[in-house]
């Protein structure tokens, strides 16, 4: 239709608009850090939560995605300033304690059901780091979650129930921007010991994008 709103391209336009510019990088992660729902941040949210997952080219029927053991990955926007992929997450998938290291990032949940948790680094050597457990619960339909390159940088996801989450990163990643994956040494409290480890293998299927065009 001639002049509707096309919500992915509003959702890449919007983020490449933090993306060109470290200023506003720098004042997204205050905003996120401090909760401060600047006009910016409540752009960026608008923008996630307008998307619906046929937009996206997931109709009412997305079984496709979903293949035993493994998780579905989708490229919508992958840019070098600026990541938007979706995944798909059959139940009882799971990205291990990893790190997106001096990256933004914000994930949608559309569909489903997952067990999320983060933490902040406070001290870290070569192999070992000390952490602190930001969040860990469940989380629902519709949310919304975030990390900075200072809180909540280091996270797990399992998937409860066959979901569908959509990740925006910005800046994207690089030969210097690369994930670090942990294993629990030791956990006393909210307190937690962390040691490095090789990338484990995740099965992973990439699917084509089939959802509204973005320039």
């Known amino acids: 239709m001639s002049g509707a709103i096309n919500p992915v391209q509003s959702l890449v336009e919007t983020a490449l608009s933090f993306a060109r510019s470290k200023k506003a990088q720098n004042g997204l992660i205050e905003d996120l850090e401090r909760g401060v729902e600047s006009s910016s941040l409540v752009a960026l949210r608008t923008s996630l939560n307008a998307l619906t997952l046929p937009d ?11 293949q035993p053991n493994t998780i579905s990955l989708i490229n919508v926007y992958p840019h070098k300033a600026l990541w938007i992929g979706i ?6 998938a799971r990205f291990p304690l990893h790190d997106h290291p001096d990256m933004i990032g914000m994930t949608r949940l559309f ?13 870290c050597s070569q192999d070992v780091s000390t952490a602190q457990v930001l969040t860990s619960g469940e989380v629902q339909d519709s949310a919304l979650l975030w990390l900075t390159p200072n ?35 030791q956990t006393l409290g909210d307190q ?4 490095r480890f090789a990338q484990p293998d995740i099965p992973c299927q990439e ?7 973005v320039n």
């Open 56 to 66: 996206l080219g997931l109709a009412t029927t997305w079984e496709h995605c979903f």
């Open 87 to 92: 995944f798909c997450m059959t139940q009882g």
């Open 111 to 123: 569909q489903g059901r997952i067990a999320y948790r983060s933490m902040d680094i406070l001290s």
């Open 151 to 185: 809180r909540g940088n280091i996270h797990e996801i399992e998937a409860l129930q066959d979901s569908v989450l959509l990740d925006l990163f910005l800046p994207n990643y690089s030969a210097s921007r690369v994930c670090t994956y942990f294993q629990e040494a």
């Open 192 to 195: 937690v010991t962390l040691k």
């Open 207 to 213: 699917l084509p994008y089939t959802g509204l065009p």
